[in-house]
Structure formats: C-alpha cells, structure tokens
C-alpha cells in the first residue's frame, strides 16, 4: 500500500522548477567571484609570451571578503526567498540546536589541526594569508578574522544551505550534498592542490554536518576556524 503525501512537511521544500533558477543563479555568482572580484590575479603565461592576464585586477582583502557577503551570500539569499524558501529553509535557523553543539565541539580541534598542517605546506603559504600584511598580533589579526566570518558565512549560505538544503527536496539529500561538493571544489580551481582535493572530502562532511543539524552554522564556524588557524600558523612561523 502506497503511503499518502505529507503535504505539511514537503510545502516548503524546494519545488521541481526551483532547482534550475537556484543553479543558474550560483553560477553566476561563482563566474562574478572567480573573475572580477579576486584578491589576486589570474592569468595565462604560453611559451615565448609574456604574462597575460584573465582576471581582474586585485582588490585588497577586505573588499574581496565583502564582496564575497554580496555575492556569494546576499544575492543566492535573495534569489532563495524570491523562490519562496524561508531563511532557516537555506540553514539560517538555529536548527536541531544540541547536535549543532555537539558537531561544532567535534569539528573545532580537527578545523584547528588542518589549519596547523595546511600552514605547513609550501603551496599553501605562498597564497595565505591573502591579506599580505598581516601580522600575528590581536590589532592586525582580530580585524582579519571578523572579515573572514563575512566570508565563510557567504560561503557556507550558498553551499550548505542555498544548493544543499535549498535542494534536498528536489534532489534527495545525498544528490544535493554530492552536487555542493561539486560545485565548491570547482571554485577552489586556482588554488592549490591540495586545497581543491581537500575541499571534496571536506564538502561531503560539512554537508553531512549541515543535513544533521538543518542548520549552516556549525558548518560556518568549522570552516572559519580552518581558516583562521592556518592563517595564524602562516604569519606565526614566518
């Protein structure tokens, strides 16, 4: 016997038609990111040619970090409740609060360790911190790490929670978080290797936090403190 729809329970879950919108949308936003609002440059050098730029020219850090709040959290958010989601529909709710907790006090020490081994490779230190002048002080640091929360919060909004959660309706929760992984490790692409392979693994588990917990928070402050620990090893060692 086939069991009745819960129409209660799926109303809010994103419709068929939602999904193609929500994509294009973070598209857009990732190209506009990737090319024009960079705090460093791309470009192409081929044998017998001089360097050749693709990318725009580079914005200081913390322009890079807020536009990264403009693009890559605000406009996905926007285009998300003209969709008709709820903001705690794309993770921005309090969600299953005791789990989130208990996530965010597993996933702390192991953020703070990658961030100690990230530190330690070459390829890594020769592109954070972004911020070039950042020293390893409370007056030069504690600035840097606030703008970085801008940062991950963006990117934690359109990742985990506009293409993960926005989408698990559509798609089914293991499709969705396989898609966000995807999709965020393409936008490591001109980093180094390292970090692009890291951020599969990486992805699949902050999406897995995220589906248990119905919320992007614990996922933001794990993926802040990678952050922010490597860039404290970084300047700490020079």
């Known amino acids: 016997m086939v069991k009745p729809i819960d129409w209660r329970r799926t109303r809010r879950l994103p419709a068929p038609g939602r999904a193609a919108p929500l994509l294009t949308l973070a598209a857009l936003a990732l190209t506009l990111f990737h090319y024009w609002t960079r705090a460093d ?10 360097w ?7 914005l200081p850090a913390p322009a890079h970090w807020l536009a ?4 890559l959290g605000l406009l996905p958010l926007l285009g998300a409740r003209l969709g008709g989601l709820r903001t705690r529909d794309v993770g921005l709710g309090a969600g299953r609060v ?8 597993i996933g702390i020490p192991v953020a703070v360790l990658a961030g100690r081994l990230a530190a ?26 606030a703008l970085l929360l801008v940062y991950y919060v963006a990117w934690e909004l359109l990742f985990r929670g506009v293409l993960l959660l926005g989408l698990r309706g559509r798609l089914g929760a293991g499709p969705a978080n ?3 992984t995807a999709l965020s490790a393409t936008a490591h692409f ?9 951020a599969i693994p990486a992805g699949l588990a902050l999406g897995a936090i995220t589906l248990r917990c119905r919320s992007i928070w614990p996922a933001v402050v794990i993926h802040w403190t990678v952050g922010v620990a490597m ?8």
Do not use: I, K, N
Not at 44 to 50: F, S
Not at 98 to 104: D, E, K, N, P, S
Not at 190 to 198: D, I, N, V
């Open 190 to 198: 001109a980093r180094p290797a390292l970090e692009t392979l890291s």
């Open 41 to 50: 440059q791309l470009g192409l050098r081929a044998a017998g040619q001089g």
């Open 68 to 71: 990264a709040g403009l693009l």
């Open 231 to 238: 860039d404290w090893f970084v300047v700490w060692m020079r």
């Open 178 to 180: 396989a898609l966000q």
């Open 52 to 58: 050749s730029p693709l990318s725009g020219a580079p």
């Open 98 to 105: 005791r789990t989130g907790l208990a996530w965010t006090a």
């Open 120 to 145: 330690a490779e070459p390829a890594m230190r020769a592109v954070y911190p972004l911020d070039r002048a950042l020293a390893p002080t409370p007056s030069s640091f504690l600035p840097h790490a």
